[in-house]
């Protein structure tokens, strides 16, 4: 399974970004997705997370603000990540990752909220 991101980029407090991540390959049935993040100096923390029947989950800090989606095509499942509200403390390395049920990451894709 590969996994391909795209998004991010540089947006000012209050901004919008959407990051998507594609997942192609040997997928089959039921699966998890989801986006965690990384600041400079902390730790990796999980952001969203939806599993193949649409359940989702979200870190407390960006409740009502983030939301993760999906589209599911023949081996290929593209996840979306809306980040709206963004603030300054959201500015991070993002980082795709699935569960297929094998765990597979992306390379992270960088989110930079500053005026």
């Known amino acids: 399974v590969q996994l391909v991101e795209s998004g991010g980029g540089l947006v000012q407090p209050g901004g919008s970004l959407r990051l998507s991540c594609t997942a192609s390959g040997s997928i089959f049935g039921i699966y998890a997705m989801g986006w965690y993040r990384q600041a400079p100096g902390k730790q990796r923390e999980m952001v969203a997370t939806i599993t193949s029947g649409g359940t989702t989950n979200y870190a407390d800090s960006v409740k009502g603000r983030f939301t993760i989606s999906k589209d599911d095509a023949e081996n290929t499942v593209t996840e979306y990540l809306q980040m709206n509200s963004l603030k300054p403390d959201d500015t991070a390395v993002y980082y795709c990752?699935?569960?297929?049920?094998?765990?597979?990451w992306g390379q992270g894709i960088q989110v930079t909220v500053s005026s």
């Open positions: 990752t699935g569960s297929f049920p094998a765990v597979y």
